[in-house]
């Protein structure tokens, strides 16, 4: 059975601190990994994408991935009341077309 | 245009209608999806259409029909809803090659009454 694992949050954090979001999922051929952001009312799009163990950094985001531990995570740096928003997992298998989702993490950054 | 766009944005209808979803992606794309998102629950993938071709129906009922005349417009038939399928229908579209992510529409907000 093939399930993405999120917190659903509600995570809280103060303008300025890092952003801990975690997903775990459970299908081991899993290749393709991403993160959305998702604001109230609005569609997901697409803000990181990692394939290989270990950090991926673009600006303020960072991917990480452990395919040993079935383990994604992002962090937000000095995080911001604009990046407020629903994070939502994703994980493609090996050969397949289809993503699969995580109930996404609800965050909350405090002015 | 460009994008994905999702024709209409807010539908309300009642349990006998007929009403069809449209959803038209500018990325030269080559695979599109639907997407169903209630409340509390992960995205539910519908239907995938690779190069026009319906390539997975994800155990829909028949109420939902969807078509797909070409690698750039998708459509959702819908008639004869119940009340527990007013969600957000959500349009994606990808490359079937490499793999870099799905692009969403802005989604349409049924509500079934």
């Known amino acids: 059975q093939k399930e993405v694992e999120q917190n659903s949050g509600p995570l809280s954090v103060p303008e300025g601190a890092i952003a801990s979001l975690n997903c775990t999922y459970s299908d081991r051929v899993s290749q393709s990994f991403f993160w959305y952001r998702q604001y109230s009312g609005k569609s997901p799009e697409l803000i990181m994408s990692?394939?290989?163990?270990g950090d991926k950094e673009d600006g303020r985001f960072t991917a990480q991935l452990n395919k040993a531990s079935q383990y994604v995570s992002l962090l937000i740096r000095d995080s911001q009341p604009s990046d407020s928003a629903t994070y939502l997992c994703?994980?493609?298998?090996?050969?397949?077309?289809?993503?699969?989702f995580g109930t996404g993490t609800r965050l909350t950054v405090i002015p | 245009e460009t994008g994905v766009t999702q024709t209409p944005r807010h539908l309300v209808m009642g349990m006998t209608n007929k009403k069809s979803l449209k959803c038209e992606q500018h990325?030269?794309?080559?695979?599109m999806y639907w997407y169903k998102q209630s409340a509390k629950k992960p995205l539910e993938l519908m239907f995938v259409y690779n190069f026009k071709e319906q390539t997975e129906n994800n155990s829909v009922p028949s109420r939902f029909s969807p078509e797909c005349p070409n690698s750039s417009h998708l459509f959702l038939h819908l008639h004869t809803l119940q009340p527990e399928d007013s969600a957000l229908y959500l349009c994606?579209?990808?490359?079937?090659?490499?793999?870099?992510?799905?692009?969403f529409g802005s989604g349409t907000r049924l509500t079934v009454v």
């Open positions: 990325l030269g794309h080559n695979a």
């Open positions: 990692i394939y290989s163990n």
């Open positions: 994703a994980v493609n298998l090996a050969g397949a077309n289809n993503l699969f």
């Open positions: 994606a579209s990808s490359q079937v090659e490499g793999d870099y992510g799905y692009t």
